[in-house]
């Protein structure tokens, strides 16, 4: 049973209000995302930095542990004081030193989720396989779909960390379409 009732507020106010959730939550994915790009730079100077001093083949370079290896003790000592500082967990400041070490050995800038990479790769060429076969001519869709199929890349965009893209994609959905909410994804 539905019932109906007068506004006892201003449909505007209540209106205004969800504006302001919407266009908030807009301004934190760009604020996270210039966070995250203003930490991947300062990591990668250090990388640089770390490619420069390298006056030996790489694997003689990062032969060892932090305890043997005095760039590999820098490099832990650097992340363990950003953990202290409260800025990272322990977890995510081991892995990302472990994401350190990768884009040094490689050759490529570093970025937190190099760790995960090559799951992500699999996983990443496993659903493109599943979505080629399951892909086909739209005949008919909801507005749940849709926000779905919205909210899907944009987390997509975010794995590719094209984090301001998956921010200007939030504005736009917010602003051009009523009532979106980014779904959250499951399996």
Known sequence: ???????????????????????SHGKLNKVMASIASDRSKAVNQVLDAMLVACDKPKPLFMKGNAAT????????????????????????????????????????????????????????????????????????????????????AMAQARLLGLLEFAADLVDLCADSLDGFKETVLTK
């Open 1 to 23: 049973m539905t019932k109906s009732f007068a506004p006892v507020v201003s449909p505007a106010i209540v209106s205004g209000a969800l504006k302001a959730f919407k266009d």
């Open 69 to 152: 290896n005095a760039a590999r003790y820098q490099v832990k000592a650097m992340f363990d004081a950003i953990v202290e500082a409260g800025h990272l967990e322990s977890s995510t400041g081991k892995s990302y030193q472990t994401c350190f070490w990768i884009a040094f050995e490689n050759g490529v800038a570093w970025s937190p989720d190099l760790a995960n990479a090559k799951t992500k790769s699999t996983q990443a060429d496993k659903q493109a396989s599943e979505t080629a076969k399951a892909s086909g001519a739209v005949q008919s869709t909801s507005r749940a779909d849709l926000d779905k199929t919205l909210s899907k």
